[in-house]
């Protein structure tokens, strides 16, 4: 009915970017709040960034400065655009969506996940 395809992870070195995309598709009627979560290896999913249909944004302490969310919501798509990586930043990436679908349900949708590997 309605999903979520990621694009953009691999492998980065120490101090390098990296855009993550995630775009839905379906029956789509509204997207309202939009962001990504990461779970690096034997840890928690934890919360990135978030950003709302009206571009409020709240970012975890540890990436502000260094990450920015942005979307296209002619294109119903949500980026992440991740400079300086760490190798702490090193994770399973993954998108998220709060949407309103054309029969008006409220659907969480999640992304595939995508590898980000920082390390020279």
């Known amino acids: 009915q309605v999903q979520l395809v990621e694009s953009g992870g691999g492998l980065v070195q120490p101090g390098g970017s990296l855009r993550l995309s995630c775009a839905a598709s379906g029956s789509i009627f509204r997207i309202d709040l939009m962001g990504w979560y990461r779970q690096a290896p034997g840890k928690e999913r934890e919360l990135v960034a978030t950003?709302?249909?009206?571009?409020?944004?709240e970012y975890i302490d540890s990436v502000k400065g260094r990450f920015t969310i942005s979307r296209d919501n002619a294109k119903n798509t949500v980026y992440l655009q991740m400079n300086s990586l760490k190798p702490e930043d090193t994770a399973v990436y993954y998108c998220?969506?709060?949407?309103?679908?054309?029969?008006?349900?409220?659907?969480?949708?999640w992304g595939q996940g995508s590898l980000i590997t920082v390390s020279s």
């Open positions: 998220n969506a709060v949407i309103m679908t054309t029969g008006y349900s409220h659907l969480e949708v």
């Open positions: 950003i709302t249909s009206t571009n409020i944004i």
